[in-house]
């Protein structure tokens, strides 16, 4: 007799407790790594950095002229040789380009180094205990960042983001073995919907808190020990109220847990003897489609999170508050767009009137058509006297944000259940070197701050973008592999077989469970 099915959304389901912590660890992860795009424009010294620039390349001066803004915006002239234009907010610290590209980038790095074994450990200890280890370090480098960028050099500044890093690298793979263990594959497009509100709402509030507190009397450094209080919080939550699985859990009712163990199976059988099927992983076109749209999407979420904030101040020349909720409002698009967008593709999936994997084809695809379209034309149409233009482009790039979260994310966490853990931190590998080139490009680039520098960039990454899309449009899917399926079939019988249970029940379906096994 088929068990009953406990709506995901009710009062007592635990797995939408377990996903609304999720969105709660999102906002907070990005929030401290994020608040730095706001902060910075506030901490820096933008004249003193322009006179230094202009100083350093006397001999472009002829080649790259110094962007010239109409008297309407507000921007401040330098009285010195250069004449270069500058919106300062009144910081103290001098960091060049170069180095903001390096502070910006030094906790990628750190996540570079962790993420591979984090992988490996969260298909085979508890992913649950490495979300509290990483939530606690990126806690311990955020409180220790304002002391270190105002009585260090930027040097150890970009090693304290580094460590960071390490901390954020352990994040993604422990996160996504979690949801694994938690959620049936039907349900997944709705959960990675809500749980990855996380991002919009960081920079829904947390940029024009970030925005306020930089033009208040506690100025930028408030913003991190905020966001440290944040996670100190969601530590002791998560540590007192989730486990690694349902079957573990002792908040759970009876009805949910046996309707789990029935949905989502054994996907991590006998963790310790795992073997991980690599020749297939990096073979499987489908993966390889997943991990180059991660490297693009990374690429665009840093430009997004970290460097709009920038754009809008050298661009616009907006006042720190203005800059704060301008910079705020396509992540509020992006809410309602994904949630909408998600709703209707369970909806489709639901009626049959839609595979996952045209699902999953259909919104990568949107999704890059759109970033592509809008972040070119917002290298040219941007006017500092009409801000509101560039504000609705960045709005429509935050609309194709929104429904390319049912696209290659979804298709990761169908692939191969069983290694979840390990294919993320594969294409967060990846992801993150993008995260890596980004702000390297930008720094490169870079020199003056003119729209023509940052057209060039935008041009550049939406290049990227394009052709990662039409490669997961060509190869893309959205269903566990065979060679998936036949290692979680072995490894889980081998299991209960060394444990002296027995297989009640076998299932040979067209979904993603393939095997139901019910314990004496």
Same mark, same amino acid.
């Given at each position: 007799?088929?068990?009953?099915? =406990?709506?995901?959304?009710?009062?007592?389901?635990?797995?939408?407790?377990?996903?609304?912590?999720?969105?709660?660890?999102?906002?907070?992860?990005? !929030?401290?790594?994020?608040?730095?795009?706001? @902060?910075?424009?506030?901490?820096?010294?933008?004249? #003193?950095?322009?006179?230094?620039?202009?100083?350093?390349?006397?001999?472009?001066?002829?080649?790259?002229?110094?962007?010239?803004?109409? @008297?309407?915006?507000?921007?401040?002239?330098?009285?010195?040789?250069?004449?270069?234009?500058?919106?300062?907010?009144?910081?103290?610290?001098?960091?060049?380009?170069? #180095?903001?590209?390096?502070?910006?980038?030094?906790?990628?790095?750190?996540?570079?180094?962790?993420?591979?074994?984090? &992988?490996?450990?969260?298909?085979?200890?508890?992913?649950?205990?490495?979300?509290?280890?990483?939530?606690?370090?990126?806690?311990? +480098?955020?409180?220790?960042?304002?002391?270190?960028?105002?009585?260090?050099?930027?040097?150890?500044?970009?090693?304290?983001? =580094?460590?960071?890093?390490?901390?954020?690298?352990?994040?993604?793979?422990?996160?996504?073995?979690?949801?694994?263990?938690?959620?049936?594959?039907?349900?997944?497009?709705?959960?990675?919907?809500?749980?990855?509100?996380?991002?919009?709402?960081?920079?829904?509030?947390?940029?024009?808190?970030?925005?306020? /507190? +930089?033009?208040?009397?506690?100025?930028?450094? #408030?913003? /991190?020990?905020?966001?440290?209080?944040?996670?100190?919080? !969601?530590?002791?939550?998560?540590?007192?109220?989730?486990?690694?699985?349902?079957?573990?859990?002792?908040?759970?009712?009876?009805?949910?847990?046996?309707?789990?163990?029935?949905?989502?199976?054994? $996907?991590?059988?006998?963790?310790?003897?795992?073997?991980?099927?690599?020749?297939?992983?990096?073979?499987?076109?489908?993966?390889?489609?997943?991990?180059?749209?991660? =490297?693009?999407?990374?690429?665009?979420?840093?430009?997004?999170?970290? $460097?709009?904030?920038?754009?809008?101040?050298?661009?616009?020349?907006?006042?720190?508050?203005?800059?704060? /909720?301008?910079?705020?409002?396509?992540?509020?698009?992006?809410?309602?767009?994904?949630?909408? !967008?998600?709703?209707?593709?369970?909806?489709?999936?639901?009626?049959?009137?839609?595979?996952?994997?045209?699902?999953?084809?259909?919104?990568?695809?949107?999704?890059?058509?759109?970033?592509?379209?809008?972040?070119?034309?917002?290298?040219?149409?941007?006017?500092?006297?009409?801000?509101?233009?560039?504000?609705?482009?960045?709005?429509?790039?935050? #609309?194709?944000?929104?429904?390319?979260?049912? &696209? =290659?994310?979804?298709?990761?966490?169908?692939?191969?259940?069983?290694?979840?853990?390990?294919?993320? %931190?594969?294409?967060?590998?990846?992801?993150?070197?993008?995260?890596?080139?980004?702000?390297?490009?930008?720094?490169?680039?870079?020199?003056?701050?003119?729209?023509?520098?940052?057209?060039?960039? /935008?041009?550049?990454?939406? %290049? +990227?973008?394009?052709?990662?899309?039409?490669?997961?449009?060509?190869?893309?899917?959205?269903?566990?592999?065979? !060679?998936?399926?036949?290692?979680?079939?072995?490894?889980?019988?081998?299991?209960?077989?060394?444990?002296?249970?027995?297989?009640?029940?076998?299932?040979?379906?067209?979904?993603?469970? @393939?095997?139901?096994?019910?314990?004496?």
């Amino acid at each position: 007799m088929a068990e009953k099915p =406990f709506p995901f959304f009710h009062p007592l389901s635990r797995r939408f407790h377990f996903v609304l912590l999720l969105m709660l660890l999102i906002f907070c992860m990005t !929030w401290m790594r994020g608040n730095l795009a706001m @902060t910075m424009t506030c901490m820096v010294n933008t004249t #003193a950095v322009s006179m230094q620039t202009a100083s350093l390349m006397e001999n472009l001066q002829n080649q790259s002229k110094p962007y010239q803004a109409p @008297t309407q915006c507000n921007a401040q002239i330098d009285d010195g040789d250069s004449g270069a234009v500058v919106n300062d907010y009144g910081g103290s610290i001098i960091w060049n380009s170069k #180095a903001q590209g390096l502070i910006f980038s030094g906790n990628f790095y750190g996540s570079l180094i962790t993420i591979l074994p984090a &992988g490996y450990f969260a298909d085979r200890t508890s992913p649950s205990n490495m979300m509290q280890i990483s939530m606690l370090v990126c806690v311990i +480098c955020t409180v220790i960042f304002p002391y270190m960028a105002m009585y260090t050099s930027y040097q150890l500044v970009v090693i304290s983001r =580094f460590l960071m890093g390490l901390g954020e690298g352990i994040m993604t793979p422990a996160m996504n073995a979690m949801i694994t263990n938690w959620l049936p594959n039907h349900e997944k497009a709705t959960a990675a919907a809500i749980f990855t509100s996380g991002y919009q709402l960081s920079g829904v509030i947390g940029i024009p808190i970030a925005a306020a /507190f +930089c033009a208040s009397a506690w100025k930028w450094p #408030a913003v /991190f020990y905020c966001a440290s209080l944040l996670g100190v919080l !969601w530590i002791v939550i998560w540590r007192f109220t989730v486990t690694n699985s349902p079957r573990k859990s002792s908040l759970i009712t009876a009805q949910e847990k046996a309707y789990l163990e029935k949905a989502v199976g054994s $996907y991590r059988p006998q963790k310790k003897n795992l073997q991980t099927p690599w020749r297939h992983i990096f073979t499987s076109l489908p993966f390889i489609s997943c991990v180059l749209c991660g =490297f693009s999407g990374m690429m665009v979420m840093v430009i997004m999170q970290l $460097y709009i904030p920038t754009f809008f101040k050298e661009i616009l020349f907006l006042k720190v508050v203005d800059n704060g /909720f301008y910079s705020a409002a396509p992540y509020i698009v992006q809410f309602f767009i994904k949630l909408l !967008w998600s709703l209707l593709m369970d909806k489709l999936k639901e009626k049959r009137l839609l595979s996952q994997t045209a699902s999953c084809k259909i919104s990568q695809a949107l999704s890059a058509s759109i970033i592509v379209i809008f972040l070119v034309l917002l290298g040219y149409l941007p006017d500092c006297k009409n801000p509101l233009i560039a504000v609705l482009l960045v709005c429509s790039m935050g #609309a194709g944000f929104g429904v390319g979260i049912n &696209g =290659f994310y979804v298709s990761l966490l169908t692939l191969a259940p069983a290694y979840t853990g390990i294919l993320s %931190s594969i294409q967060m590998v990846v992801g993150f070197s993008g995260m890596i080139v980004t702000p390297l490009l930008v720094s490169f680039l870079r020199v003056y701050g003119t729209l023509e520098e940052w057209r060039l960039i /935008f041009f550049i990454i939406a %290049s +990227c973008k394009l052709v990662a899309g039409i490669i997961f449009v060509i190869f893309g899917q959205a269903e566990v592999q065979s !060679w998936a399926k036949f290692d979680s079939i072995n490894e889980t019988s081998h299991h209960n077989l060394s444990n002296g249970k027995e297989s009640l029940n076998k299932e040979n379906s067209t979904n993603e469970q @393939t095997v139901v096994l019910i314990q004496k």
